[in-house]
């Protein structure tokens, strides 16, 4: 007698020969006894969303323990793209995945398990991951039907399912910026530098609209992306790369983020439908966990082995930075700054040293409050005008301790213009994280033209250091004498 792992493979073998003849009734039985053969005696059918019916998939949930909940869907054949043709182009979907992995996002399933009997594709749906897949009927009997058994599912086989390490998802991503750095810069004739401002540009979008921060026309400048995503799927995708030129140029206007702003010869290159569309449908098929602070920054561990190394520095703690924050005051905070070398510190130093200028903003400026609670005679605390007055002698570094950080704060010295795209790119997605964190929301983005400068051959730091250690040693020389 044949064993279930054969019959999954027979059954699933047999689906799209019997397809090609059979009417459309057949395809839930098939679905069913794949289910059964997993041991899902009893699945939930539910009334498919708009996306999975206009793909002809077939939903189930499959509920074990009460712990673990799996939206299956079964597709008819030709519909899902091979998943090693889309993993080898550095993607996590293809566009019938995208679309009812969407669906299953809003459903409140743990995972989603999408197959045509032939080609499947398993994400956890909490972190939009793709965790396995399968080319074959054989594929799928060896690696994810032993995962998808009831009994397995019950015992938690799919939650220690190893999530791809973040290094393979990193360099999965920078080999599909290369690609498409190269596109770019052969079809739109601009340079490197050019061709990578769009890649950052879109990694940003994708950032920020997961993170609520601006106070108005967030809303309005995401649907108009989103509208734009749709065209470039549509049939006739022309006017969608002259509509993201008017959205970039809208986003530097109304929020004034650097990387956004206006390019003359960057516009024309990203006028072109035939690289913009493309583009952005690729842009779709990427998981949302690659855009995150961690992943990006590791993308950009290659290259000579310094600048890797800089990519993974743990940032040290410096005596010298720590007392001089500590000796900040009300009255010396907004004059305050301190450097960071990334040549030497790395890019990780940009966010540690940021952050404690922040906590140092944070500190003074309830300082500065609990100061004013307490000299304020109780018949004054209405007055508005007596408020307002005390409150002008508010440092400024105690308002938006964000945008003060990048404006006077902090320093960050680059030594390549490498050095300087990964800078900017990090410091706003931390930024923007900050923000959102802190629910703190805003009108305008911070500049951070004054936070990041080009390394001097002797940096100030240095030089006080060096100064100062001669002192010490010129000190010495005169005791001993």
């Not at 792992?5 to 039985?29: F, K, N, V």
């Not at 140029?249 to 035939?274: I, S, V």
């Not at 855009?291 to 000579?304: D, K, P």
Request: glycine share 4%; hydrophobic share 40%.
């Amino acid at each position: 007698m044949r064993n279930a792992g054969t019959r999954i493979t027979s059954l699933c073998e047999s689906w799209s020969a019997t397809l090609t003849d059979a009417a459309r009734q057949e395809h839930p039985r098939f679905a069913q006894e794949l289910l059964r053969l997993l041991d899902w005696d009893q699945p939930l059918p539910f009334t498919p969303h708009p996306e999975s019916e206009s793909l002809g998939a077939i939903p189930y949930v499959l509920r074990a323990g009460g712990q673990t909940t799996i939206l299956a869907y079964f597709a008819l054949p030709g519909t899902l793209t091979a998943p090693s043709s889309m993993v080898d182009r550095g993607l996590d979907f293809c566009p019938a995945t995208r679309a009812l992995v969407n669906e299953g996002r809003t459903l409140n399933g743990h995972f989603v398990w999408i197959s045509d009997l032939n080609s499947s594709y398993l994400y956890d749906a909490r972190t939009d991951e793709l965790l396995l897949w399968a080319d074959t009927p054989r594929m799928f009997e060896s690696e994810l039907a032993p995962l998808l058994k009831r009994a397995a599912v019950e015992r938690g086989a799919l939650d220690e399912t190893r999530h791809p390490p973040r290094s393979f998802v990193a360099r999965q991503f920078r080999e599909w910026r290369a690609h498409w750095q190269t596109q770019i810069e052969t079809l739109g004739r601009v340079n490197e530098t050019q061709a990578t401002l769009v890649l950052d540009r879109l990694s940003v979008l994708r950032f920020l609209f997961e993170h609520e921060i601006f106070r108005r026309t967030k809303w309005r400048l995401q649907q108009r992306f989103e509208e734009i995503e749709t065209q470039a799927w549509s049939g006739a995708p022309e006017g969608c790369g002259a509509q993201l030129v008017r959205l970039f140029h809208d986003m530097w206007f109304d929020w004034k983020m650097a990387l956004f702003e206006a390019d003359p010869a960057l516009d024309r290159a990203m006028a072109l439908d035939e690289i913009t569309a493309p583009l952005l449908r690729d842009l779709g098929l990427q998981s949302h966990s690659k855009f995150c602070v961690a992943t990006l920054l590791e993308s950009f561990n290659h290259g000579e082995p310094a600048e890797k190394m800089r990519v993974r520095m743990v940032p040290d703690g410096n005596e010298d930075r720590e007392q001089y924050l500590a000796r900040q005051t009300l009255e010396t905070i907004d004059r305050s700054r301190i450097e960071v070398d990334l040549a030497e510190e790395g890019y990780r130093a940009l966010f540690y040293w940021f952050d404690k200028v922040v906590a140092l903003y944070e500190r003074l400026g309830a300082e500065f409050d609990a100061k004013n609670h307490s000299e304020v005679p109780q018949q004054e605390m209405l007055d508005l005008f007596s408020w307002s007055e005390r409150d002008a002698h508010r440092p400024r570094a105690c308002y938006d301790h964000m945008a003060h950080a990048c404006q006077q704060g902090i320093l960050v010295y680059y030594n390549s213009p490498q050095q300087f795209r990964v800078a900017r790119l990090m410091l706003t997605l931390h930024i923007i994280a900050r923000y959102h964190e802190n629910r703190h929301p805003v009108n305008e983005f911070p500049l951070l033209e004054q936070a990041l400068a080009p390394r001097p051959k002797v940096l100030p730091l240095e030089r006080i250091v060096r100064q100062q250690k001669n002192s010490v040693e010129v000190n010495e020389i005169f005791e001993r004498i």
